[in-house]
């Protein structure tokens, strides 16, 4: 995507569109990762799902929903720990 980088909307736009075009048109959840408020409050401006991955909080021992920043819905102190909770929890996997 020439010209659009995070956290320029233009980026989100074209591939929320792509995301849309490639499910047919069909209503999308999208997921988005991110170690920095900045882009997730860009990503959720289009309804996404925004997860900060901040090692910062990892002594938490995963998900940490307390005082979470305007624009995170969820946050984890490792990616690791993120993936892990959405198979579990999203996907049915077990999560182990």
């Known amino acids: 995507m020439p010209?659009?980088?995070?956290?320029?909307?233009?980026g989100y736009r074209l591939m929320q569109?792509?995301?849309t075009q490639a499910a047919g048109?069909?209503?999308t959840q999208?997921?988005?990762?991110?170690?920095?408020?900045?882009n997730l409050q860009s990503a959720k401006a289009?309804?996404?799902?925004?997860v900060l991955i901040s090692r910062k909080h990892a002594h938490e021992g995963?998900?940490?929903?307390?005082a979470l920043p305007?624009?995170?819905?969820?946050?984890f102190g490792t990616t690791h720990d993120a993936l892990r909770h959405f198979v579990f929890?999203?996907?049915g996997g077990g999560g182990r």
């Open 3 to 10: 010209g659009a980088i995070k956290p320029d909307y233009r």
């Open 17 to 19: 569109s792509a995301i």
């Open 25 to 27: 048109g069909a209503q």
């Open 30 to 38: 999208v997921i988005f990762f991110d170690d920095m408020v900045e």
């Open 46 to 50: 289009f309804g996404w799902t925004t």
């Open 62 to 66: 995963g998900l940490a929903t307390r």
């Open 70 to 75: 305007a624009g995170v819905d969820l946050r």
């Open 89 to 91: 929890y999203y996907l």
